[in-house]
């Protein structure tokens, strides 16, 4: 590969986590800041409702009411019939058969993210199971949740893919460049050729490292604070 090869790659690579930015930081509302309907809410402090606090509609709350600010929901990325219907539990119980896997990322201390079904009236939440009860659980992952997933977690997970695939490309090509280098035998040409490879290469880490921080600035300052 040629000098300017080298050079195109890493402003494609520069750019792809780069373009990724207007998207995160349109403002949206707290509604398209929590999976699933009717999950979301304004309030002054996410309650046991809408246990969950979504930073990212934070936004849109305020500009509704100033009273209101956070953009709380409840863990589940699926639909619910009415407000409440899914709690982060233990072990998913008669209240909250569902299991959804996707939901436990919203989720702490390890706990599962339950739902009653849309079809289904939630009955009045429970503290957990009883002694005699035995935890129910979809045998099979919920695919719908891949389906709705959030825009933020599938950003995310591009921005992640793209550093692993960033990773690898750098162990390789520095491999490369040792290997030719070791090989030279003495030939100035292919010594130079094997230190331009290690310095673009380089080059080209750090642009992407820094895409990466500026990207993970915007998310985690800019955007709650607008």
């Not at 890493?10 to 207007?22: K, N």
């Not at 309030?43 to 600010?69: E, F, H, Q």
């Not at 673009?200 to 955007?223: A, C, D, H, K, R």
Request: aromatic share 6%.
């Amino acid at each position: 590969m040629t000098k300017l090869q080298y050079f195109r790659c890493i402003i494609f690579s520069s750019c792809v986590l780069l373009a990724v930015v207007p998207v995160v930081t349109k403002a949206v509302t707290c509604k398209d800041a929590v999976p699933g309907a009717n999950t979301a809410q304004c309030l002054s402090a996410c309650n046991d409702t809408y246990m969950v606090s979504y930073s990212r509609g934070d936004a849109g709350c305020k500009k509704n009411n100033v009273n209101t600010p956070k953009c709380c929901g409840t863990c589940t990325t699926h639909d619910l019939k009415s407000a409440g219907a899914a709690r982060c539990l233990v072990s998913c119980n008669n209240n909250y058969p569902e299991h959804d896997g996707g939901g436990d990322q919203y989720c702490t201390d390890g706990k599962k993210c339950c739902y009653m079904p849309a079809s289904v009236t939630p009955q009045t939440p429970s503290a957990g199971p009883s002694n005699n009860e035995k935890p129910v659980e979809s045998s099979l992952p919920h695919f719908s949740s891949l389906i709705t997933a959030t825009p933020t977690a599938t950003i995310g997970n591009v921005i992640r893919t793209l550093l692993g695939l960033a990773g690898s490309l750098t162990i390789i090509m520095m491999t490369y460049a040792g290997i030719l280098w070791m090989t030279a035998g003495g030939k100035e040409k292919r010594v130079t050729q094997a230190k331009n490879i290690i310095v673009w290469t380089v080059i080209g880490l750090v642009l992407i490292f820094t895409s990466y921080t500026v990207v993970n600035f915007i998310l985690t300052t800019v955007v709650p604070s607008s």
